[in-house]
């Protein structure tokens, strides 16, 4: 079956980075779009940023635009969210999934704190 396994999160200072990984298996991972959401403490699923099957296009959200980039290992199964110069109102789960998003993971917390 579809699975995700996201990793990378932990506690980082304001305009600090992390690297997101997310370990994708059950699907031929190369034919899919891939996206990223994050979720806040009662806050609604947010859409992050997409990257689409060979890695050539990349979408983000007006809120990490310029601090976030999305990229594919197409040989690994496993997709990335470089996240730079954080903020507090980065602080969320975040997820990797595919259309049509029925499969979800356990998801990764990111916390950013001083």
């Known amino acids: 079956q579809v699975q995700f396994v996201e990793s990378g999160g932990g506690l980082v200072q304001p305009g600090g980075s992390l690297r997101l990984s997310c370990a994708a298996s059950?699907?031929?991972?190369?034919?899919?779009?891939m996206y990223w959401y994050r979720q806040a403490p009662g806050r609604g699923r947010e859409l992050v940023a997409t990257i689409t099957r060979a890695g050539d296009s990349t979408n983000y959200a007006p809120s990490v635009k310029g601090r976030f980039t999305i990229s594919r290992d197409n040989a690994k199964n496993t997709v990335y969210l470089q996240m730079n110069n954080l903020k507090p109102e980065d602080a969320a789960v975040y997820y990797c999934?595919?259309?049509?998003?029925?499969?979800w993971g356990q998801g990764t917390q990111v916390t950013v704190s001083s």
């Open positions: 059950g699907f031929i991972f190369g034919t899919y779009t």
């Open positions: 999934t595919k259309a049509p998003f029925r499969s």
